[in-house]
């Protein structure tokens, strides 16, 4: 069968791989739509630690079981649309015992510490697949990145008396922005995109802050009258935003950090102690958060053909890959069509 594979960095082959078989315990998925991420771009640039390559990149689905194994539960029938949970988790870590299976200390996630989703077939362990209703598999492949951005605004414990700052504004912004929203938050966007701005102003973000051409801080405290957001969400993974998500949030605030920065980051850490801050890492995301993206995306007509930068087929996914590391900033989700 067909798979995508990053064979070294710079590199992007399409190859021929058996089809898996499908255990007892497992489904074997029809792949039709795989969203390539941040972390798929860090590994064909070279630039993320955790991938030994050669590797199939992916964990971002929409599929359709194609069989079930014998000691599947029978809500999980043939021809169901789903997406995957693509984060394993041991049971025996400390993250485990407190029920942060997200955050399990042995993940490993398809498509980075073990081999992803581009491929035609892929069987997956049936606890892991997720029924999407009545979503298209082509827009289950938002639901994860979308899940992630969910699961920081969880992290934050966000509640309807706040003001909440998210900066970036790609998937994983949207999905915070969104559920900051339905918990009633006044949401303030930050990005360096005007597009992306528009984007997320049109799905309720009450304010938006380009900080390409604005004044970040006086803007901030123009908007809160001179308190600084209760919460900031980091979904850029920069040294500068690291900062700005610190020096910004109001005093007793909380700091939710949800991107991976790849240089060190120097801070005044006195603002930790003086503002008596919450600083909290957001790994992945919880069941819970899937489902919550599920209805949203079931209730509500977000515009996908703007959130669906690109669709492509396997020939052509290294091709998309440069043109989007060419220019990151344009770019929400490329799709890779199997189907």
Not at 262 to 275: A, G, R, S, Y
Request: aromatic share 6%; charged share 20%; hydrophobic share 40%.
């Amino acid at each position: 069968m067909k798979a995508i594979q990053i064979t070294e960095p710079s590199v992007m082959k399409v190859v021929d791989i058996e089809k898996p078989q499908c255990g007892a315990d497992e489904v074997l998925l029809k792949i039709h739509y795989v969203g390539f991420c941040g972390s798929d771009l860090n590994t064909y640039r070279g630039l993320n630690p955790m991938v030994k390559m050669p590797v199939i990149p992916g964990h971002e689905i929409g599929a359709e079981i194609a069989e079930t194994g014998a000691n599947v539960p029978a809500h999980l029938k043939t021809g169901m649309a789903v997406t995957v949970n693509p984060y394993t988790n041991c049971g025996h870590c400390p993250s485990c015992k407190n029920r942060r299976y997200n955050a399990c200390q042995h993940n490993e996630t398809l498509g980075v510490q073990r081999n992803g989703a581009m491929r035609e077939y892929i069987a997956v362990p049936w606890q892991k697949v997720i029924p999407i209703g009545n979503i298209t598999v082509e827009h289950a492949a938002l639901i994860e990145p979308m899940s992630v951005g969910f699961h920081a605004v969880s992290r934050a414990q966000v509640v309807d008396t706040d003001t909440v700052m998210v900066i970036g504004c790609g998937m994983v912004g949207v999905g915070a922005v969104v559920r900051a929203i339905m918990r009633g938050a006044k949401v303030i966007a930050c990005d360096m995109d005007d597009e992306k701005l528009a984007i997320v102003r049109g799905l309720g973000a009450e304010y938006t802050i380009n900080s390409a051409k604005e004044n970040v801080h006086e803007r901030l405290q123009e908007i809160t009258k001179g308190a600084g957001p209760d919460v900031v969400i980091e979904a850029v993974g920069a040294p500068v935003t690291y900062q700005m998500a610190v020096n910004e949030v109001a005093f007793t605030g909380r700091v939710v950090c949800i991107g991976y920065a790849k240089q060190d980051v120097q801070f005044t850490t006195k603002l930790f102690v003086q503002k008596e801050l919450d600083i909290r890492g957001s790994r992945n995301a919880q069941p819970e958060d899937f489902e919550g993206v599920i209805r949203y995306l079931e209730k509500n007509n977000p515009p996908y053909d703007i959130l669906i930068s690109n669709e492509v087929n396997p020939e052509q996914a290294e091709e998309a890959m440069k043109q989007w590391m060419e220019a990151p900033a344009k770019v929400f989700r490329i799709l890779v069509k199997f189907a």
